[in-house]
């Protein structure tokens, strides 16, 4: 489906609640499945991802009821085999932390995908969960996997990934694990299983996680940062425009967008709200400036803003001097290649940029036309290309319907933000 935008003319003033946090969301589903009794979680993303989470759990057995504003998961005692496939559709983080469920299940697990999460790299996570004993069949989507974890395992990962150090937690929670991991990565999981009395010992890179039991939870879950980042943004590149985004996870590893768009000079201003367990949580406000300058991210700072940089190098594309984008190899294996499709959706509106093979240079100086592009399955290239068009000089955007893996009222909003009062 195709989607055209209209440059907004005047600055919008407006507050918009985004919905609630993804990475949290799955967490707090996928660990429900194995915790002590019924946990509720309240404020769940209505989008594909995590409804995907939800139908694994269901699948293995887990009873999902409506209760008001959200869900109460309850667990049976033991989690059993799904007959087929469970779908995952389009969502990573529901099959590389819901694989770790084959741990807790007394034979086969399958778990397929759609066609861009059948091209993502699984291997980074059927060898920590082999580590325990757990069997697959290949190492490709639709994965086969055979449980249950057999034995305690030292894991030593790779990748800064919190999807992996999620998927080797959560195996190894009955039979414990000592994982050694890069630093850098979102520590939902880590703050997840501490609220819950896990017997878990982090220290720094090294954590050691015994046989543990998890009380169960009642939680609203706070709003997506990287969904409000696109209304960050497109107050940044418009002078004057004021976005209020309030309730939104202020987690250390989540917030590095905001220090990038300070850094290019957008004015952002954080009050905190009430916390939820060890997850903080607070209101953003960002007002667009005069003029922004360039950034340069990299590094831990890269791993802060991984889900953001579809959104951050639209503000790179209107700033007045070049940014460097490192550290970012990553992106190559998301729902698309992200920084092939920036680049061609940047190149497109007229805005030079110079792709390298773990990140890019932006040129900026704004677009100098309209642009088109097919966002395919990836629902932050399609948004990115939004808020390019929206402040620039228009867009049409293929694959409009892909914004509903994380953000279904996407279009909505960016329509009360075009009529927004001025
Ligand atoms: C996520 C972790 C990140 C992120 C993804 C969500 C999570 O992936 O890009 O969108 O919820 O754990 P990696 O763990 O592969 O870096």
């Not at 759609?114 to 580590?131: H, I």
């Not at 667009?288 to 360039?294: E, I, N, R, S």
């Not at 290239?381 to 892909?402: D, K, P």
Request: with cysteine; proline share 7%.
């Amino acid at each position: 489906m195709k989607r055209t935008v209209a440059p907004w003319t005047a600055p919008p003033r407006c507050t918009i609640r985004v919905p609630g946090d993804k990475s949290i969301a799955h967490r707090r589903v996928l660990f429900a499945a194995v915790a002590d009794g019924p946990c509720t979680v309240k404020g769940l993303p209505d989008g594909a991802d995590v409804r995907a989470s939800v139908g694994l759990v269901a699948a293995l057995g887990v009873s999902v009821e409506s209760v008001a504003g959200g869900i109460r998961l309850s667990p049976p005692s033991v989690l059993r085999s799904p007959a087929g496939l469970v779908q995952c559709g389009n969502s990573g983080t529901t099959m590389r932390i819901g694989a770790a469920l084959a741990a807790h299940v007394e034979g086969p697990l399958s778990l397929d995908g759609d066609e861009s999460l059948r091209r993502r790299p699984m291997g980074r996570v059927l060898e920590p969960l082999a580590r325990f004993g757990i069997g697959h069949d290949g190492a490709r989507v639709p994965l086969r996997l055979t449980g249950p974890a057999r034995h305690r395992a030292v894991v030593d990962l790779a990748l800064p990934s919190a999807q992996l150090r999620s998927a080797v937690w959560l195996a190894g929670l009955r039979v414990g694990v000592e994982l050694n991991s890069p630093p850098g990565a979102r520590d939902h999981t880590e703050r997840l299983l501490l609220d819950a009395g896990a017997d878990l010992d982090l220290e720094g890179l090294r954590g050691v996680l015994r046989p543990s039991c998890l009380a169960p939870w009642a939680m609203k879950v706070p709003r997506d940062p990287s969904s409000a980042c696109f209304w960050w943004v497109a107050a940044a590149i418009t002078p004057g425009a004021v976005v209020h985004t309030p309730d939104v996870s202020l987690n250390p590893f989540r917030t590095g967008a905001l220090d990038v768009l300070r850094s290019m000079g957008a004015h952002v201003e954080v009050a905190d709200g009430q916390g939820l367990g060890r997850e903080p949580m607070g209101h953003v406000t960002v007002t667009g400036p005069g003029a922004l300058v360039g950034a340069h991210v990299d590094g831990t700072l890269a791993l802060r803003c991984l889900d953001e940089i579809p959104a951050l190098a639209i503000a790179m594309a209107f700033a007045g001097s070049p940014s460097e984008l490192r550290d970012l190899a990553e992106l190559r294996v998301k729902e698309s290649d992200r920084l092939a499709a920036l680049e061609e959706l940047l190149s497109g509106a007229g805005i030079e940029v110079e792709a390298r093979l773990d990140g890019m240079s932006i040129f900026g100086g704004g677009p100098r036309r309209a642009v088109e592009i097919d966002a395919g399955h990836d629902h932050r290239i399609a948004m990115a290309a939004a808020v390019l068009g929206g402040g620039g000089r228009g867009a049409v955007v293929g694959g409009a319907e892909s914004v509903a893996s994380s953000y279904p009222t996407f279009w909505r909003h960016l329509s009360r933000w075009s009529a927004a009062p001025r």
